[in-house]
DNA sequence: TGCGTGTTTCAAACCGCTTTGAATTTTGAG
DNA sequence: CTCAAAATTCAAAGCGGTTTGAAACACGCA
């Protein structure tokens, strides 16, 4: 059933049709309820694609995925995926997911504004020298950032970030405040911008208190169990081991705690630890008491924030580079202690 | 720059330039490469759109995310889209992915249907009874299921799924082998297919080594790591603990592992464990002597396949309900010892 | 009754591509 | 040379909607 033959049905044109069903105001009341009574009768819907051409809109937005042969699929792009999922549903968008080599990324973004089959994008991950947010702003496909990159002289962009840098601060604070002096930190991949802000926000609070950084202590990885095992159970065997562990991750916070119970210690009465909690809703780390103290802040927010942005971008509600800075709590836990006496 | 535009610029008409850029063999040798290197110059790339509209072949899969509001995404899915991902950039399709609420998973294929804006589906997480199916096939809509439903009298339709029950018979095996006779199994949701079908395998096994279910020992839940901690530790507390656990995914036998750590067990020693592995990215159980016994099976070549099979099935390269069935393979780890004298 | 005004409907153009069927040019055998 | 066959190219008709500008109709008032 197409528009056509609904309307030869009705004995209308296929413009009143169209209109009654697009909800134009020149239309009869009635013979607008006559409309939409006999297209929901026969499941009459517009062809989609008929649509998108008229109408020069999409309705598309492009997420890319790059992923090398053996690389990782990161748990929080699913959960910020669904969380922006959520927010193109409501505004009646489609999410388009591509995944492709890491090294066709650019030319997957220059494809996507040629044939016009997105009206915008989201970046995830961006590093330190990111070099997509000039090719996009060069395309001119309407984009938000997830995270920022600001390399110096850079065409300004629209973003939504954590304060990530503030959040390491006051982690380390708290734990300098409790008298810890060697602080391990298990951070994510040094490419990564989230990463390098994390790692200033330590470096500075360490400075503050007055105590200095010893880049053995410093760990950047892909952030997952493993890797918080086999840092953490190295870091322990030394002589002059830590006394608590910054993490970047809850995954990479847990198999800390592997180690640590390995070898007959406990998290919060010999080794305290805080970790980054993105609120993963398979990793839960709450109740009254968490299992870990965290700086927490939900991805899945993120996603949905940053898709209502770049929807009011490409509908032009809002002009310009916008952006948007979270700010992010400490929650305690139990993973928290004094420093043990030397 | 528009296919009107390039062929005037050409001298040529939309025809021929059109034919020269799809390959078509009555075009002039010279005439085609005069043709790709002006559209090479002038980055003309056809509109995604009314290419489409015009082929009648969407180039879209779509897969329903169905999400409450407190619910679980599953890191599984994330998976799964990273392997279906990678095949339909390899077959120039679009993944679509629809979050929606559970509710509306149906209404939203009927509405896929009707606005014809994918070529299939593939369906996740399959329940014991799905309306799914029916609902699909009913529309005439290709689709595949990653893992099966099979209630009775249901019409045939594709899917690819493992040996779930094969895999938790011969785990079990395994366990009651060396000596455990009480196993207790900490399954995904009960609503769930392939939580259903690793029962079965455990329940098989374990009658076949003439030891009787203790329905106490058997939980199922969305398979997190809290849930294997609170399951184990709760299950640790009784007077006749188990000796053995079987899991269904290994973000649950983390958690087991931290509750046995936690009272001064070891895995492998006083607790024996084995765990079906999904091999997901960020969880890696490898090396030599991986940390958990597994059955193992990995979801993103899952998701390739799938992929793959959905393809010939809309171009039409194969025919009616294709299915695929896997073994899943076992894998010796550290957390498996004989059960201990009584 | 006649006419201006506001309401409702419609025919036709357009979005940018593919594809059919016909027209044109080349080629090669007679 | 001639002419049928083969090789190229093209004009025009879709694909299924939206949108513009004009036509038809109804209403109220002089």
Redesign the pocket.
């Known amino acids: 059933?197409?528009?056509?033959?609904?309307?030869e049905l009705l004995?209308?044109?296929?413009?009143?049709?169209?209109?009654?069903?697009?909800g134009?105001?020149?239309?009869?009341?009635?013979?607008?309820r006559r409309v939409e009574a006999a297209a929901a009768e026969h499941g009459?819907?517009?062809?989609t694609?008929?649509?998108r051409?008229?109408?020069?809109r999409t309705m598309g937005i492009g997420h890319v995925v790059p992923l090398g042969e053996h690389d990782m699929i990161n748990p929080i792009f699913a959960e910020f995926i669904a969380g922006a999922g959520e927010a193109y549903s409501k505004a009646g968008y489609n999410m388009i997911l591509s995944v492709v080599p890491k090294e066709k990324e650019l030319d997957t973004y220059r494809a996507m504004a040629a044939?016009?089959n997105v009206d915008g994008v989201i970046v995830h991950a961006p590093l330190v020298n990111d070099p997509r947010m000039k090719c996009l702003v060069d395309l001119g496909l309407p984009f938000i950032v997830h995270g920022r990159s600001h390399s110096e002289g850079e065409a300004p962009y629209c973003w939504l970030d954590i304060r990530n840098k503030d959040a390491f601060f006051h982690a380390t604070e708290r734990l300098t405040g409790l008298g810890h002096k060697r602080i391990a930190l298990l951070n994510g991949l040094p490419s990564m911008m989230f990463a390098r802000r994390r790692l200033e926000g330590f470096e500075g609070a360490m400075e503050a208190a007055g105590l200095k950084v010893d880049p053995a202590l410093i760990r950047g990885a892909d952030m997952t169990e493993p890797f918080g095992y086999e840092a953490a159970s190295a870091l322990l065997a030394k002589v002059d081991r830590p006394t608590a562990f910054l993490c970047s991750s809850l995954t990479v916070a847990l198999g800390v705690n592997r180690a640590v119970s390995e070898i007959g210690l406990q998290l919060g009465r010999d080794i305290s630890l805080i970790t980054h909690d993105d609120a993963m809703s398979f990793l839960p780390n709450g109740g009254s008491m968490p299992m870990f103290a965290s700086t927490k802040s939900s991805v899945r927010e993120a996603g949905y924030r940053a898709a209502e942005m770049l929807i009011d971008l490409i509908e032009g509600r809002v002009m310009g580079p916008v952006t948007e800075l979270w700010d992010v709590p400490f929650l305690d836990g139990a993973s928290l202690g004094p420093a043990p006496r030397e």
Chains 1, 2 share one sequence.
């Open positions: 059933m197409n528009l056509k033959e609904l309307s004995g209308l044109s296929p413009t009143t049709v169209s209109r009654a069903l697009n134009y105001p020149e239309v009869n009341v009635d013979t607008k009459y819907a517009p062809n694609m008929a649509r051409l008229a109408t020069g044939s016009q």
